[in-house]
Protein backbone atom coordinates (compact mmCIF):
# COMPACT_ATOMS: atom_id res chain seq x y z
CA UNK A 1 0.00 0.00 0.00
CA UNK A 2 2.53 2.47 0.89
CA UNK A 3 4.40 1.76 -2.24
CA UNK A 4 1.46 2.33 -4.38
CA UNK A 5 1.16 5.61 -2.49
CA UNK A 6 4.89 6.59 -3.11
CA UNK A 7 4.22 5.37 -6.96
CA UNK A 8 1.13 7.76 -7.39
CA UNK A 9 2.79 10.41 -5.34
CA UNK A 10 5.86 10.60 -7.68
CA UNK A 11 3.38 10.26 -11.08
CA UNK A 12 1.72 13.08 -10.17
CA UNK A 13 4.60 15.45 -9.93
CA UNK A 14 4.28 18.15 -12.66
CA UNK A 15 6.91 18.43 -15.09
CA UNK A 16 6.20 22.28 -15.42
CA UNK A 17 6.99 22.37 -18.62
CA UNK A 18 7.20 26.25 -21.05
CA UNK A 19 4.98 26.55 -23.91
CA UNK A 20 6.13 27.31 -27.06
CA UNK A 21 5.41 31.24 -26.64
CA UNK A 22 7.25 31.12 -23.46
CA UNK A 23 10.63 29.44 -24.28
CA UNK A 24 11.10 31.50 -27.59
CA UNK A 25 10.73 34.21 -25.11
CA UNK A 26 12.88 33.34 -22.40
CA UNK A 27 16.43 33.81 -21.73
CA UNK A 28 18.73 31.24 -23.88
CA UNK A 29 22.54 30.57 -22.61
CA UNK A 30 24.84 32.69 -24.92
CA UNK A 31 25.93 29.78 -27.04
CA UNK A 32 25.30 28.36 -30.70
CA UNK A 33 25.60 24.99 -32.15
CA UNK A 34 27.18 24.39 -35.21
CA UNK A 35 26.71 21.66 -37.23
CA UNK A 36 28.97 20.80 -39.86
CA UNK A 37 28.22 18.12 -42.50
CA UNK A 38 26.28 15.78 -40.04
CA UNK A 39 24.57 13.04 -42.13
CA UNK A 40 22.13 11.43 -39.77
CA UNK A 41 18.34 13.14 -39.37
CA UNK A 42 18.54 11.32 -36.28
CA UNK A 43 21.41 12.74 -34.89
CA UNK A 44 20.24 16.55 -35.74
CA UNK A 45 16.41 15.92 -34.32
CA UNK A 46 18.69 14.41 -31.05
CA UNK A 47 20.67 17.64 -30.82
CA UNK A 48 17.79 19.90 -31.00
CA UNK A 49 15.98 18.07 -28.72
CA UNK A 50 18.99 18.43 -26.43
CA UNK A 51 19.27 22.17 -27.32
CA UNK A 52 15.81 23.35 -26.90
CA UNK A 53 16.58 21.57 -22.92
CA UNK A 54 19.71 23.45 -22.34
CA UNK A 55 18.44 26.93 -23.61
CA UNK A 56 20.57 27.06 -26.73
CA UNK A 57 20.39 30.16 -28.66
CA UNK A 58 20.59 29.04 -32.32
CA UNK A 59 21.36 26.01 -33.85
CA UNK A 60 23.59 26.41 -37.50
CA UNK A 61 23.09 23.00 -40.02
CA UNK A 62 26.22 23.82 -42.21
CA UNK A 63 26.44 22.06 -45.60
CA UNK A 64 24.70 18.27 -46.31
CA UNK A 65 23.58 18.84 -42.45
CA UNK A 66 19.67 17.86 -43.09
CA UNK A 67 17.29 20.56 -41.38
CA UNK A 68 13.72 20.35 -41.12
CA UNK A 69 10.69 19.86 -41.19
CA UNK A 70 11.69 15.83 -41.95
CA UNK A 71 9.66 13.00 -40.56
CA UNK A 72 13.14 11.62 -39.59
CA UNK A 73 13.97 14.45 -38.20
CA UNK A 74 10.51 14.85 -36.25
CA UNK A 75 11.24 10.84 -34.77
CA UNK A 76 14.19 12.14 -32.61
CA UNK A 77 13.52 16.43 -31.97
CA UNK A 78 9.65 15.40 -30.57
CA UNK A 79 8.73 18.88 -31.74
CA UNK A 80 12.36 20.93 -30.90
CA UNK A 81 12.71 22.32 -34.28
CA UNK A 82 9.74 24.88 -33.62
CA UNK A 83 11.16 26.28 -30.30
CA UNK A 84 14.87 26.03 -31.46
CA UNK A 85 16.10 28.63 -33.59
CA UNK A 86 17.86 27.39 -36.84
CA UNK A 87 19.46 28.25 -40.15
CA UNK A 88 21.18 26.32 -42.86
CA UNK A 89 24.32 27.75 -43.83
CA UNK A 90 26.17 26.26 -47.00
CA UNK A 91 29.43 28.45 -46.87
CA UNK A 92 30.39 27.02 -43.54
CA UNK A 93 34.20 29.38 -42.85
CA UNK A 94 32.33 32.54 -43.79
CA UNK A 95 29.90 31.90 -41.02
CA UNK A 96 32.41 31.30 -38.60
CA UNK A 97 34.70 34.80 -39.53
CA UNK A 98 31.34 36.40 -39.54
CA UNK A 99 30.75 35.26 -35.50
CA UNK A 100 34.24 35.66 -34.91
CA UNK A 101 33.68 39.11 -35.52
CA UNK A 102 30.66 39.17 -33.39
CA UNK A 103 32.91 38.60 -30.47
CA UNK A 104 32.21 34.74 -29.77
CA UNK A 105 34.90 31.98 -29.05
CA UNK A 106 35.14 29.68 -31.45
CA UNK A 107 34.63 26.25 -29.64
CA UNK A 108 35.59 22.92 -31.71
CA UNK A 109 34.53 19.73 -30.37
CA UNK A 110 36.75 17.21 -31.39
CA UNK A 111 39.68 14.73 -30.40
CA UNK A 112 42.87 16.56 -31.76
CA UNK A 113 46.52 16.86 -30.94
CA UNK A 114 46.25 19.42 -28.41
CA UNK A 115 42.61 19.37 -27.58
CA UNK A 116 41.41 20.05 -23.94
CA UNK A 117 39.89 17.46 -21.72
CA UNK A 118 36.03 19.05 -21.02
CA UNK A 119 36.61 19.20 -17.30
CA UNK A 120 40.00 20.90 -17.69
CA UNK A 121 38.79 23.60 -19.73
CA UNK A 122 37.44 27.06 -18.09
CA UNK A 123 33.80 28.08 -18.95
CA UNK A 124 33.22 31.94 -18.77
CA UNK A 125 30.57 33.39 -18.13
CA UNK A 126 31.40 36.33 -19.57
CA UNK A 127 31.83 35.04 -22.93
CA UNK A 128 29.77 34.11 -25.39
CA UNK A 129 30.55 30.26 -27.14
CA UNK A 130 30.21 28.65 -31.10
CA UNK A 131 30.01 24.93 -30.10
CA UNK A 132 30.69 23.13 -33.26
CA UNK A 133 30.17 19.17 -34.10
CA UNK A 134 31.55 16.91 -36.73
CA UNK A 135 30.30 14.46 -39.52
CA UNK A 136 30.04 10.89 -38.11
CA UNK A 137 32.46 9.84 -40.00
CA UNK A 138 34.73 12.34 -40.98
CA UNK A 139 35.09 15.06 -37.61
CA UNK A 140 35.26 18.46 -38.47
CA UNK A 141 35.86 19.42 -42.07
CA UNK A 142 39.68 19.85 -42.54
CA UNK A 143 39.06 23.31 -44.28
CA UNK A 144 37.82 24.88 -40.86
CA UNK A 145 39.94 23.89 -38.78
CA UNK A 146 42.47 26.55 -39.02
CA UNK A 147 39.59 29.18 -38.18
CA UNK A 148 38.64 27.52 -34.64
CA UNK A 149 40.11 29.19 -31.11
CA UNK A 150 40.40 25.90 -29.08
CA UNK A 151 39.53 22.38 -29.09
CA UNK A 152 38.20 20.45 -26.70
CA UNK A 153 37.91 16.82 -25.81
CA UNK A 154 35.60 14.25 -23.57
CA UNK A 155 38.10 11.46 -22.36
CA UNK A 156 37.11 7.83 -23.60
CA UNK A 157 38.91 4.81 -21.57
CA UNK A 158 36.67 2.13 -23.91
CA UNK A 159 37.78 0.23 -27.43
CA UNK A 160 36.02 2.64 -29.31
CA UNK A 161 37.65 5.80 -30.80
CA UNK A 162 34.69 8.29 -30.67
CA UNK A 163 31.38 8.86 -29.22
CA UNK A 164 28.08 9.21 -31.33
CA UNK A 165 27.89 12.94 -32.07
CA UNK A 166 24.64 13.54 -30.48
CA UNK A 167 25.64 12.35 -27.23
CA UNK A 168 28.99 13.77 -27.05
CA UNK A 169 26.70 17.08 -27.40
CA UNK A 170 24.48 15.58 -24.70
CA UNK A 171 27.69 15.56 -22.20
CA UNK A 172 29.26 18.89 -23.44
CA UNK A 173 26.04 21.08 -23.97
CA UNK A 174 25.20 19.89 -20.29
CA UNK A 175 29.08 21.33 -19.05
CA UNK A 176 28.12 24.73 -20.70
CA UNK A 177 24.17 25.28 -19.66
CA UNK A 178 25.35 24.22 -15.95
CA UNK A 179 28.07 26.92 -16.32
CA UNK A 180 26.29 29.37 -17.22
CA UNK A 181 22.57 29.18 -16.01
CA UNK A 182 22.35 32.12 -14.10
N1 LIG B 1 36.60 11.42 -36.07
C1 LIG B 1 35.86 10.38 -35.39
C2 LIG B 1 34.45 10.23 -35.91
C3 LIG B 1 33.64 11.45 -35.69
S1 LIG B 1 32.51 11.30 -34.38
C4 LIG B 1 36.60 9.07 -35.52
O1 LIG B 1 37.66 9.08 -36.10
O2 LIG B 1 36.13 8.07 -35.01
C5 LIG B 1 31.47 12.68 -34.81
C6 LIG B 1 31.69 13.93 -34.01
O3 LIG B 1 31.38 13.68 -32.65
C7 LIG B 1 33.09 14.50 -33.99
O4 LIG B 1 33.36 15.29 -35.09
C8 LIG B 1 33.07 15.31 -32.70
O5 LIG B 1 32.46 16.58 -32.92
C9 LIG B 1 32.19 14.48 -31.80
N2 LIG B 1 32.90 13.58 -30.89
C10 LIG B 1 32.73 12.24 -30.77
N3 LIG B 1 33.48 11.75 -29.77
C11 LIG B 1 34.14 12.80 -29.22
C12 LIG B 1 35.03 12.96 -28.10
N4 LIG B 1 35.43 11.92 -27.38
N5 LIG B 1 35.50 14.20 -27.82
C13 LIG B 1 35.11 15.27 -28.55
N6 LIG B 1 34.26 15.18 -29.60
C14 LIG B 1 33.77 13.98 -29.92
Not at 28 to 38: E, F, S, T, Y
Not at 44 to 68: M, N, Q, W
Not at 71 to 80: F, P, S, V, Y
Not at 131 to 155: A, C, K, M, R, Y
Request: glycine share 6%.
Amino acid sequence: MQQQERVEKLKLESLNRKSLEDYKESEKIPVIVLLDQVRSMHNVGSLFRTSDAFAIEKIYLCGITPCPPHREIQKTALGATESVEWEHQENISELITNLKNEGYIIVGVEQVKGSILLQDYPINKEQKYVLIFGNEVEGISDSILHLIDIFIEIPQSGTKHSLNVSVCAGIVLWEWYRNLLR
